[in-house]
């Protein structure tokens, strides 16, 4: 079950439903200074969770994954670390693995139209052939040109809210700056900016071939 918690600032987190074993995060207590936001590219954090756990002790993952109903997971202690970031360069003993906090957003990410209907959008399962809505249900997704792509999968309205206060507790809890990339910058890939930058960033900062966290996202839902 949830943890719950008297305190109105501390965000519901179930600690135990969808918990990595030791040996799927490294066990090493560091300290934070940077949050990265992630999406899974996944439907549920049921998901993740099975893709993680069988990977051999591969020790790729996050952290906190927040399913689409809100929930949020706890997948291993925030200040352990696992390879969440995948750089290969300005990242020396994985250190900005290590000083930051991963948050994966339960999100299919970007959507192309279907080969053969115009009207419907895909996911990428089996090449982006996978219905996921129709053009004509704007609520369900985001137009907007990143990276090559020109839709992208919304996040329901209970996943910005606890995304929020988990932001929040964290930069409480590990004295993380609050404080977003300049605007100009958010979309950006800039290895040498974001590696010394501290507060609340996403994966497409630090890797040029990443979507996450995309045009759906709406930074302006943090509060900040």
């Not at 590990?174 to 404080?179: A, H, L, Q």
């Not at 800039?190 to 900062?205: L, T, W």
Request: aromatic share 14%; glycine share 8%.
């Amino acid at each position: 079950m949830p943890t719950t918690s008297a305190n109105p600032l501390t965000p519901v987190i179930d600690r135990t439903t969808l918990r990595l074993p030791e040996g799927e995060y490294v066990n090493q207590t560091v300290p934070k200074d940077l949050i990265v936001l992630h999406y899974t590219a996944g439907s549920s954090a049921r998901s993740v969770f099975n893709t993680w756990i069988g990977q051999g002790s591969g020790s790729v993952a996050t952290a906190y994954v927040v399913d689409l109903d809100g929930t949020i997971y706890e997948f291993f202690p925030p200040g352990c670390w696992a390879y969440h970031l995948g750089m290969k360069e300005r990242n020396p003993g994985w250190y900005h693995d290590r000083r930051s906090i991963g948050i994966e957003m339960v999100n299919v990410g970007p959507l192309r139209p279907d080969a053969e209907r115009a009207d419907q959008l895909n996911w990428w399962p089996n090449d982006y052939s996978t219905p996921y809505c129709l053009t004509s249900e704007t609520d369900q997704y985001t137009r907007g040109v990143f990276r090559g792509c020109r839709y992208f999968a919304n996040f329901p309205g209970a996943q910005f809210e606890s995304v929020q206060s988990l932001v929040d507790h964290l930069c409480r809890e590990y004295k993380i700056p609050r404080v977003l990339p300049p605007r100009a910058r958010r979309d950006e890939y800039d290895a040498r900016y974001f590696c010394g930058f501290q507060g609340i960033a996403s994966h497409q900062n630090f890797r040029p071939d990443k979507f996450d966290v995309g045009p759906a996202w709406d930074w302006s839902r943090l509060g900040i």
